[in-house]
């Protein structure tokens, strides 16, 4: 009788009275959380960091999406020290003895679950797999393809790449402006997909092969026909701190807020030249040959892998493949402009040396520390590099960090770091003459440990090589950056911002 009671006069309560007993347990949840968050009993009580990235992720989230994630950061440790507590439970450090622990010993941690965000068509790639058995029976497979002895020997479309991208920089030489950073990506992604897939993408028109590739219908004029898609990829990457369906949401979201034609026709152009390639790998594997001869999805094919997952690992590696390197060979063109004695240096080095042979200019060590120096500063992955406390826990520097806590160090905090490069935003190649063990050390360009780039070697072979070329032709020589720096958009991989590093000549 009593509770019918109740419950008549529970309903016949004002609509204000539902609405609080409704909110009120999120309320106390979220309360509660606020407390714990802040109070003594957290385990990052002791750790610094401003007071609402204590209580709430969402700073970080705005500053990632803002695309100014790495100067924030770095703020936070001008004003907190080495370790800053970022977010709840994330902490970030600009210490070379946190790589060590985070990144390289046993191989380092795992990668954290926002990598979940950069799966390509619903597929993890070697890149975003978070699972390790699962990446590890991918990896084994394409992995020979990236040994230095396989480059090496496998180095023609490289060198014919390099031929094309000479050529073409010759030309809009003449015009008096070239963007080194869309040359640069069309010379990467038809050397990387050549290489890799055996049919090359097409981002240059050779005239001495024409029609080649169908996709040469959308080359370099007035932009790379994949630049569009590798950007927008990119612009979406600085959501990548969202859960998976909200970043889903979001990206789409995106596209209708902000409807990017480019980027569709873009896309269009990649997954006809993926369809492409996945078509020519499923006619390679019924050939007969040695297994050592096959390309990158023959081999993911042949090990048992869909050609619908197969295609997004080639898709990644397009996005890989075009971005950094491009991005890394424009830095060292707009620095070697900006700074003419640095050019002048290297061009004596590079017309004074003897080259028998092709390892000869890897060697060179003006033209090393140029590279090095570019690489230090190009920040084609400005941000953190999250990943997962394991099971076992982590303690460092007396603090105890449990499993599944988010811990990270940045290129930028430590390429930038003052402590071990004096000046740091200059370019400077001559401090790697002295370099200090942390100097070596704090370099994180290619990430580190276990999940550092698989294509590490490839790549310095190739920036090598096509910086000692540029310089050997001269074609540097009076160019002009046409801003003061490259201005970026931090995400988790770099935006530049307008897409262009332009260099001008007064003809
Ligand atoms: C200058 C050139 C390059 C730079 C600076 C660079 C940078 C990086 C970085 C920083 C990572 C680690 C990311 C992390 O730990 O979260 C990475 C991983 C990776 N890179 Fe590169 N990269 C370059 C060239 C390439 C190229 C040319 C390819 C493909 C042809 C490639 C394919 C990959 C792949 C597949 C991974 C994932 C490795 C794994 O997680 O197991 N990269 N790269």
Redesign the pocket.
């Known amino acids: 009788m009593a509770i019918q009671q109740l419950l008549v006069e529970a309903l016949q309560a004002p609509a204000h009275y539902w609405v609080a007993a409704f909110f009120a347990p999120f309320l106390a949840y979220t309360l509660g959380t606020i407390v714990y968050r802040l109070g003594p009993l957290h385990p990052f009580a002791k750790i610094p960091g401003p007071l609402l990235n204590r209580i709430t992720y969402a700073p970080l989230v705005w500053h990632s999406y803002k695309g100014d994630e790495a100067q924030y950061v770095h703020k936070l440790h001008q004003r907190y020290g080495n370790t800053v507590r970022i977010a709840p439970s994330s902490v970030d450090f600009t210490e070379v003895a946190a790589l060590k622990g985070i990144y390289l010993e046993k191989g380092g941690f795992y990668?954290s679950r926002y990598?979940n965000n950069f799966d390509i068509d619903g597929h993890a790639?070697?890149?975003s797999?978070t699972d390790l058995t699962s990446?590890a029976a991918r990896?084994k497979v394409v992995l020979p393809l990236f040994s230095i002895t396989s480059v090496k020997a496998g180095y023609k479309p490289f060198k014919d790449s390099l031929r094309r991208y000479l050529k073409r920089f010759k030309d809009e030489k003449e015009t008096g402006r070239v963007n080194a950073l869309d040359l640069a990506r069309g010379m990467?992604i038809d050397a990387?997909t050549e290489y890799?897939f055996g049919i090359r993408y097409g981002a240059f028109k050779d005239e001495e092969e024409p029609g080649t590739s169908p996709s040469a219908k959308a080359t370099c004029e007035p932009k790379m026909s994949a630049s569009d898609v590798v950007d927008n990829f990119i612009s979406t990457s600085r959501l990548w701190y969202l859960s998976v369906w909200l970043y889903n949401l979001a990206d789409r979201l995106d596209g209708i807020i902000y409807p990017n034609p480019g980027a569709d026709v873009s896309t269009e152009i990649v997954n006809e030249y993926s369809d492409r390639v996945i078509a020519a790998a499923q006619e390679e594997i019924t050939q007969e040959k040695d297994k050592s001869q096959f390309t990158f999805p023959a081999r993911l094919l042949r090990a048992g892998i869909s050609p619908e997952e197969t295609r997004s690992h080639c898709k990644?590696?397009i996005f890989?493949?075009t971005d950094?390197?491009g991005m890394?060979l424009a830095t060292v063109c707009f620095m070697l402009a900006k700074y003419p004695s640095v050019y002048d240096k290297l061009y004596e080095e590079v017309n004074g040396a003897e080259i028998e042979k092709e390892e000869d200019i890897q060697v060179l060590p003006y033209l090393n520390a140029v590279v090095k120096e570019g690489?230090r500063m190009s920040m084609?992955?400005p941000c953190r590099?999250p990943r997962e406390v394991p099971e076992r826990g982590w303690t460092y520097k007396e603090t105890y960090y449990p499993p599944g806590t988010i811990v990270s160090c940045s290129?930028y905090e430590m390429h930038f770091s003052a402590e071990m490069f004096e000046k740091p935003f200059e370019f400077i190649p001559e401090r790697w003459d002295s370099a200090t063990d942390d100097m070596n050390k704090s370099m994180?360009?290619?990430?580190l440990g276990?999940?550092?780039?698989?294509?590490?070697g490839?790549?310095m072979l190739d920036?090598h090589d096509v910086v000692y070329h540029l310089v050997k032709e001269d074609l540097l020589r009076g160019a002009k950056p046409v801003r003061e720096r490259i201005e970026i958009l931090e995400g988790f991989s770099a935006k530049v911002v307008e897409g262009h590093v332009d260099l001008v000549w007064d003809n």
């Open positions: 990668k990598y790639s070697i890149f797999n990446r990896a990467s990387v890799l990644d590696i890989a493949g950094t390197i890394n690489l084609t992955n590099l290129a994180m360009a290619f990430g276990n999940r550092q780039c698989i294509a590490r490839m790549s920036m």
